[in-house]
């Protein structure tokens, strides 16, 4: 798979890779999703129309890895600390899947706010 992805928000567009997991497929199929933008510290995560448990799942990211998460059905864009991160990690609020990740997150990080539309395409 490793299929590329493109991330818009407003004016904003980035790209990224999913990775071979079964989870990244099954995002993969469901393509293009279009969703609310919430932040949470630097973490970009919005409801998709997916339903799917853990794969893999782990407590801390690396910047710019996007993420499933189960409890939320949501994708998380990590940019950066959460309010619960640590000096050293990267760490959502419970385990996500990862699924691919992000170029070019700075521009991303700063253009996006609550509220925007954001769209993940292919």
Same mark, same amino acid.
């Given at each position: 798979?490793?299929? *590329?992805? $493109?991330? +818009? &928000?407003? %004016? *904003?567009?980035?790209? =990224?890779?999913?990775?071979?997991?079964?989870t990244a497929g099954m995002i993969e199929?469901?393509?293009?999703?279009?969703? *609310?933008?919430?932040?949470?510290?630097?973490?970009?995560? !919005?409801?998709?129309?997916?339903?799917?448990?853990? %794969?893999? @799942?782990? /407590?801390?990211?690396?910047? =710019?890895?996007? @993420?499933?998460?189960?409890? =939320?059905? @949501?994708? &998380?864009? !990590?940019? =950066? $600390?959460?309010?619960?991160?640590? @000096?050293?990690?990267? $760490?959502?609020?419970?385990?996500?899947? +990862?699924?691919?990740?992000? /170029?070019? +997150?700075?521009?991303?990080?700063?253009?996006?706010?609550?509220? /925007? $539309?954001?769209?993940?395409?292919?």
């Amino acid at each position: 798979m490793n299929s *590329t992805i $493109k991330i +818009i &928000c407003g %004016e *904003t567009e980035v790209t =990224g890779r999913l990775n071979e997991s079964g989870t990244a497929g099954m995002i993969e199929t469901i393509l293009p999703v279009t969703g *609310t933008v919430n932040l949470w510290g630097d973490e970009i995560y !919005f409801t998709i129309p997916l339903k799917t448990g853990p %794969e893999n @799942a782990r /407590d801390t990211v690396s910047l =710019g890895d996007i @993420a499933y998460w189960p409890e =939320g059905n @949501a994708l &998380c864009l !990590f940019l =950066g $600390k959460t309010p619960i991160s640590t @000096a050293t990690e990267i $760490k959502p609020i419970s385990p996500v899947n +990862i699924v691919g990740h992000l /170029d070019n +997150i700075e521009v991303l990080l700063s253009t996006v706010t609550p509220g /925007d $539309k954001i769209v993940i395409r292919r």
